[in-house]
């Protein structure tokens, strides 16, 4: 039963367009981020939702838009595609008072044509 | 703002042999936490170990263990008995926020 998961897990567009990725966790936990991995492997956190509430907002254009209906799920919207945009979005878990470990999803790799 | 620096981009060591990776990192916090993350070609993230900066003993999961230097602000993963299944990149962290070093390649020979 997979922790951490993301639909889609491959993503080709054209600029210009809008997608969704989305993201589940089953494992009870009460804060949920999104990251950025660049093609030169560097990984940046993006956002974080404790509870649903928005915790975490890095410098991010605001063409990405985060929505977290509820603890289990958080899914990262992206309005007007950029080729800078290619990357891989990781989601990740963790319970926000504890060992602060975060459990990864598998990640969805973003390629804007 | 935290920051993590992983100055060796890339490590090699034969099968059964010991590594060490750096990691050294910036706060004014004095409680918080530090991770190894793995990322193998599958690109999943998977942790390797976490040290809690409270305890001064250092962490250990099997063959992989840490150096942790508070004062100095260092916390360096030693990989022991390498196995070609440790071949991945590896990234250190600092805090729940998961700022991120720029990742070491380790490569490992048979």
């Known amino acids: 039963d997979t922790a951490v998961s993301q639909t889609p897990k491959y993503l080709v567009t054209q600029m210009g367009n809008d997608k969704s990725i989305k993201c589940e966790q089953n494992l009870g936990h009460d804060t949920m981020y999104w990251y950025k991995q660049d093609s030169k492997k560097f990984l940046k956190i993006m956002f974080s939702y404790n509870n649903k509430e928005l915790i975490i907002n890095e410098t991010v254009p605001n063409r990405f838009s985060p929505k977290s209906p509820d603890k289990a799920h958080l899914n990262l919207h992206i309005n007007s595609l950029e080729l800078g945009d290619s990357a891989v979005y990781f989601c990740?878990?963790?319970?926000?008072?504890?060992?602060?470990?975060?459990?990864f999803g598998p990640g969805t790799r973003l390629t804007v044509l | 703002a935290q920051t993590v620096t992983q100055s060796q981009p890339e490590m090699s060591v034969q099968e059964a042999e010991t590594v060490t990776l750096s990691c050294t990192y910036d706060?004014?916090?004095?409680?918080?936490?530090l991770f190894w993350y793995k990322q193998p070609p599958s690109r999943q993230m998977i942790l390797v170990i976490r040290?809690?900066?409270?305890?001064?003993q250092n962490a250990t999961e099997n063959r992989f263990s840490v150096n942790f230097q508070k004062a100095a602000k260092s916390f360096s993963l030693k990989i022991s008995d390498s196995q070609l299944g440790d071949a991945a990149m590896y990234f250190c962290a600092y805090e729940y926020k998961l700022v991120f070093g720029a990742g070491t390649i380790l490569r490992v020979k048979s």
């Open positions: 040290q809690e900066a409270y305890k001064q």
């Open positions: 706060t004014s916090e004095s409680d918080y936490y």
């Open positions: 990740a878990s963790s319970q926000f008072r504890g060992t602060r470990e975060q459990f």
